[in-house]
């Protein structure tokens, strides 16, 4: 940023961000015990406690509890702009394999998607703002939630009342680490990530010994028709400009070789950016399930339950145009990029839903840039580099953790008013 503080010709995200140079031993440190220790989605105890007595020890005011685990802290530093920043906490059902000194210990949990990260970046830049008080005035209201993985934790904190704790705030800004180079910054503006919508659907046939499946309905078949039937909806009832995905994840049934089962379920997971695109989906998923039942000779109807419900996460333009000048400034031109639409799911985008705010949620690369720009030149990229839900997914702690504080406090120094300067 160009905008000069009241003390002298340096600017005032420089002379705070100039201080975390003496704090990245100590948020490393942290980074590796929440990643020793994950927890599932709001069943982050452990972790809301730790960041609770980390706010405290900032001096905010503390609210635990919202929307079961969620945690929120608030300082308020005079007349300015409410900022929300929000970082989630929940880990996934992972087995770790990533054999880092400070894998996790907690069996068939790991935070595989660097929420712990997440964590991690937010303290510290409520550090360094805390610290800077002098430069800025404003409210910054820090959102820690719980059960992102599951899409419930943020629409779980707006019914328990957040928005009565922390009232409107002006602008919604979070972040999520991703496998591109360390170091970088990707912000997309308009539809950034796409809505999601889980289905656990129940097929009933009829059981019989597997000599004799001329006594039976089976299942299986029907799964199997249906999932092969599943592929024609992208690719026959989507146009091609619009963007869809539809993935059967899992199909369960049976117990024996020579038992034909009752019943057989699919888990399919269906991404949309438009409604109307949403709607088609869902509605060509539903009728094929029900055809193929019905051409298999099923007597009771398919059962379709829904198990999680993402919305769409739409990036304010000018929200993202005023944020993304402050990082090019920061970061520099070229480590800045927009990576485009995403096809993942993200339930931020309901803070800024809920109290009508715009929002701008940007990426941060976690991936050393060298293996990177190696995995790059030899075409592997997918191969080599771990995603995110992988059990290899680890950023490298730093550049990552300097780049995700940073990005934080300079997006609020954006977005605060300036004291003595202009960069709010």
């Known amino acids: 940023m160009s905008d000069t503080d009241n003390i002298g010709d340096v600017p005032a995200p420089s002379r705070l961000l100039a201080r975390l140079s003496g704090r990245t031993d100590g948020l490393a440190d942290l980074y590796r015990h929440l990643h020793a220790h994950p927890e599932l989605s709001f069943g982050e105890t452990r972790t809301a406690g730790l960041v609770a007595e980390r706010l405290r020890g900032l001096g905010m005011d503390v609210t635990t ?3 079961r ?26 087995t770790e394999q990533t054999r880092l000194p400070y894998a996790s210990e907690t069996a068939g949990v790991m935070h595989a998607c660097g929420h712990d990260m997440h964590v991690t970046c937010l303290l510290g830049a409520l550090d360094l703002l805390v610290q800077g008080k002098a430069y800025w005035a404003g409210k910054i209201s820090a959102v820690f939630q719980p059960a992102e993985e599951i899409g419930s934790g943020a629409q779980a904190m ?15 800004l979070g972040q999520h680490v991703g496998p591109f180079p360390a170091g970088t910054i990707g912000c997309h503006a308009g539809p950034a990530l ?10 009933h046939g009829k059981g019989a010994h597997g000599s004799r499946p001329e006594a039976a309905i089976d299942p299986v078949v029907m799964a199997a028709s249906t999932v092969m039937r599943l592929q024609t909806v ?30 057989a379920v699919l888990k399919i997971n269906i991404r949309t950016y438009d409604e109307a695109v949403r709607k088609t989906v869902l509605n060509a998923v539903k009728r094929i399930i029900e055809g193929e039942a ?14 999680d419900t993402f919305p769409a996460l739409v990036n304010d333009e000018s929200a993202v145009a005023r944020t993304l000048a402050a990082f090019r400034d920061h970061f520099g031109e070229t480590q800045v990029f927009d990576p ?14 809920a109290s009508d705010t715009p929002v ?12 990177y720009a190696k995995a790059q030149r030899s075409g592997t990229v997918n191969r080599d580099i771990p995603s995110n839900h992988s059990p290899y997914f680890a950023p490298v702690i730093e550049p990552t953790l300097s780049t995700g504080v940073e990005a934080m406090t300079v997006a609020a120094l954006t977005w605060l008013s300036g004291r003595g300067n202009r960069f709010g």
């Open 294 to 307: 019905a051409v298999a000779g099923a007597t009771r109807s398919p059962d379709c339950e829904p198990i």
């Open 234 to 263: 992208v690719s026959r009832e989507i146009a091609g400009g619009d963007t869809a995905v539809v993935t059967v994840g899992a199909l369960n049934a049976g117990t024996k070789d020579n038992v034909i089962p009752d019943t």
């Open 340 to 353: 485009g639409p995403a096809t993942g799911s993200e339930d931020c985008g309901v803070f800024g839903t």
């Open 194 to 203: 796409a809505a999601t919508d889980a289905l656990k659907v129940t097929l």
């Open 158 to 172: 707006v019914d328990d009342g957040l928005f009565d704790t922390i009232g409107k705030p002006d602008i919604v």
């Open 65 to 67: 509890g919202l929307g």
């Open 360 to 371: 701008c949620y940007w990426f941060f690369g976690g991936i050393d840039p060298e293996t």
């Open 69 to 94: 685990t969620g945690v929120v802290g608030v300082l308020d530093n005079g007349d300015g702009p409410n900022l929300l920043l929000r970082a989630d906490f929940d880990g996934l059902p992972v």
